[in-house]
């Protein structure tokens, strides 16, 4: 057998077991998520002025981790799978699925790509501010165009009764444009700055882990870490 023959072979049994690890990763946080997103609450319960169709929990928690530590298309993955896990148990015939894994994306693909470039706590911490503001700008395009759209559908009611409904817990609901700005851009400002914030504390004692694991699922470079 030749030296390029024996190269190609070892490259091959290399990236076999990269992609092995970056499988056993994704399953391991995809399940890990998907027990948080059962554990969703209703914003009434945490005494905050959102309607009930809403949901808060920390899955977005483990989602992040995976793609700090594998990278951000794995977090989207994950974020699927998640929702995917999840289906079995919807109360909204998987809008609210849907809703999640768009506004889930934007969060982690956003923060994957800036940690991507600054692998280290300042970079994670910064990664997360931004996506926080990214995916509280883009809750008004998504919940405008896809999810309202498909929440009103799926229960067949009015958008003006999905106002209404809203107006009940938070006065300054009065149209679509009030709903969007009132409601979906604070919700997710708090949720991805609780999330991000539980994620910020638990990066440094982990951090070692997602730097390994990230070395052992990319082609080794010269990166910075925490």
């Known amino acids: 057998m030749s030296e390029t023959q024996l190269t190609v072979k070892a490259d091959s ?128 395009p998504v919940n405008y165009f896809i999810n309202l759209p498909f929440y009103a559908k799926a229960f067949s009611l009015p958008i003006e009764q999905v106002i209404a409904m809203s107006a009940k817990v938070n006065p300054l609901v009065k149209d679509t444009v009030s709903l969007l700005l009132a409601v979906f851009v604070p919700f997710n400002l708090i949720k991805g700055t609780v999330v991000g914030f539980v994620t910020f504390f638990v990066y440094k004692p982990i951090s070692k882990l997602i730097n390994k694991t990230y070395d052992q699922t990319h082609v080794k470079t010269k990166t910075n870490k925490a």
Not at 71 to 95: D, Q
Not at 101 to 115: D, E, K
């Open 13 to 140: 049994r290399v990236a076999r077991k990269i992609m092995i690890r970056r499988i056993a990763s994704c399953a391991i946080l995809s399940a890990m998520a998907a027990i948080l997103m059962y554990l969703e609450v209703a914003p009434s319960l945490l005494l905050l002025p959102f309607p009930d169709f809403l949901k808060f929990d920390f899955s977005e928690i483990p989602v992040l981790i995976g793609t700090f530590a594998l990278g951000p298309v794995w977090g989207v993955v994950i974020e699927l799978i998640k929702n995917l896990l999840h289906l079995p148990a919807s109360g909204t015939m998987g809008v609210g699925e849907l809703s999640n894994f768009l506004t889930g994306s934007i969060f982690v693909l956003t923060a994957g790509l800036i940690y991507r470039k600054v692998r280290t706590k300042t970079g994670a911490a910064i990664s997360m501010v931004i996506a926080t503001v990214v995916l509280s700008a883009a809750s008004v």
